[in-house]
């Protein structure tokens, strides 16, 4: 009885494991950049909405009001 065996072409599997690696490493690096978009933004929405925390002034005139307040004190 004979018994065949399949050899693969050894350059071939090579190709494919390169190309697959490649397409691994392309969705990774787009993994990577979606989520450093995602904390970007949450940071500037964070940091818009919380402007007094770093010293900044806000646009409202509530804060303007409640300097003026605080100098009049003193």
């Known amino acids: ?3 065949a065996f ?4 050894q350059a071939a ?8 690696e490649q397409q691994i ?3 990774r690096e787009a993994h990577w950049r979606y989520v450093a ?5 949450v940071l500037r929405q964070y940091l818009q909405a919380t402007p007094s925390i770093l010293g900044r002034t ?3 005139g509530s804060t303007q009001q409640d300097k003026s307040s605080n ?3 003193k």
Not at 6 to 9: G, R
């Open 37 to 41: 978009s995602v904390v970007y933004d």
């Open 71 to 73: 100098s009049n004190k």
């Open 6 to 9: 399949y050899i693969p072409d």
């Open 25 to 27: 490493l392309a969705m």
């Open 58 to 60: 806000s646009s409202s």
């Open 13 to 20: 599997l090579m190709r494919k494991a390169r190309q697959q």
């Open 1 to 3: 009885m004979a018994v």
